[in-house]
T-cell receptor
């Protein structure tokens, strides 16, 4: 079945440093979604990428979808303490099921 | 406000007892899902339902049961057959057409 892998599992940065998490799928994806889960919270949808090579920005966050639609990345510029949490990518399967990566947990030292 | 309500937020049970987690949505979504999350791990699909009175097993259905008698409700029962029931349980709904999942706030179950 479809597998979605994320690296790194954990990332510790100093406030102001950049952060990147990478997502790789074993199969071609029709789209990829990114979610953020704050400590103790539930996943909250950030963005969806659909087109090959697509790049989307949300303030300091930049999302990319690979040309082959099998990989994606999330880059945060100049991290802030409010960025802490776990970032998940998810690829759709049939019946609306989503296969989630294991997530990258970001901690930011002030 | 439309959304998904999971209750309770924290639940404690003794080993050997069945426990039912509630999930209610007023988003009018046909599809609903139950995920399990263990510390430092991603979300694993337990059961899902695409329509009332129908549901399918996910990747880790053993030891769990569900029902879908109403569109708004998708309760999950953690049975005594589940070997490691302590986890964070997330309910979600799906509006369709490549849209994102909508998650409830989760229930943290501790079994001792």
């Amino acid at each position: 079945g479809q597998q979605v892998m994320q690296i790194p599992q954990y990332q510790h940065v100093q406030e102001g440093e950049d952060f990147t998490t990478y997502c790789n799928s074993s199969t071609t994806l029709s789209n990829i979604q990114w979610y953020k889960q704050r400590p103790g919270g539930h996943p909250v949808f950030l963005i969806q990428l659909v087109k090959s090579g697509e790049v989307k920005k949300q303030k300091r966050l930049t999302f990319q979808f690979g040309e082959a639609k099998k990989n994606s990345s999330l880059h945060i510029t100049a991290t802030q303490t409010t960025d802490v949490g776990t970032y998940f990518c998810a690829g759709p399967t049939n019946a609306g099921k989503s296969t989630f990566g294991d997530g990258t947990t970001l901690t930011v030292k002030p | 406000d439309g959304g998904i309500t999971q209750s309770p937020k924290y639940l404690f049970r003794k080993e050997g007892q069945n426990v039912t987690l509630s999930c209610e949505q007023n988003l009018n979504h046909d599809a609903m899902y139950w995920y399990r999350q263990d510390p430092g791990q991603g979300l694993r699909l337990i059961y899902y339902s695409q329509i009332v009175n129908d549901f399918q097993k996910g990747d880790i259905a053993e030891g769990y049961s569900v029902s879908r008698e109403k569109k708004e409700s998708f309760p999950l029962t953690v049975t005594s057959a589940q070997k490691n029931p302590t986890a964070f349980y997330l309910c979600a709904s799906f509006p369709g057409d490549n849209s994102p999942l909508h998650f409830g706030n989760g229930t943290r179950l501790t079994v001792t």
